[in-house]
């Protein structure tokens, strides 16, 4: 059974920081690309940062100089550390992994992230 469970989320002011932490179980983590996303109220679900098995990362526009993702694989986890926060960053951020071989994506159950102005 895969599992992506996220942790770390809370409220922090305007320029503040967060490190997420999504800790993986039921795949060969190091096998498979991991992101995150983020959906705020009424919105869309959007991509924020992705990073391959090999460690090539990609990030969304509004994000880029301000988070930072990064994998352990000898722990399976990928983190999210976020810096320079801003109200509009508000939002649930979801852990991702595309599935490898078929279609579709494993997800987590997300984590709240509030940034006060």
């Known amino acids: 059974q895969v599992q992506l469970v996220e942790s770390g989320g809370g409220l922090v002011q305007t320029g503040g920081s967060l490190k997420l932490s999504c800790a993986a179980s039921g795949i060969l983590f190091e096998l498979y690309t991991m992101g995150w996303y983020r959906q705020a109220p009424g919105k869309q679900r959007e991509f924020v940062a992705t990073?391959?098995?090999?460690?090539?990362?990609n990030y969304a526009d509004s994000v880029k100089g301000r988070f930072t993702i990064s994998r352990d694989n000898a722990k399976n986890t990928v983190n999210l550390q976020m810096n320079s926060l801003k109200p509009e960053d508000t939002a649930v951020y979801y852990c991702?992994?595309?599935?490898?071989?078929?279609?579709?994506?494993?997800w987590g159950q997300g984590t709240q992230v509030t940034v006060s102005s």
């Open positions: 991702n992994a595309p599935r490898i071989g078929q279609i579709g994506n494993y």
């Open positions: 990073i391959t098995r090999g460690g090539v990362t």
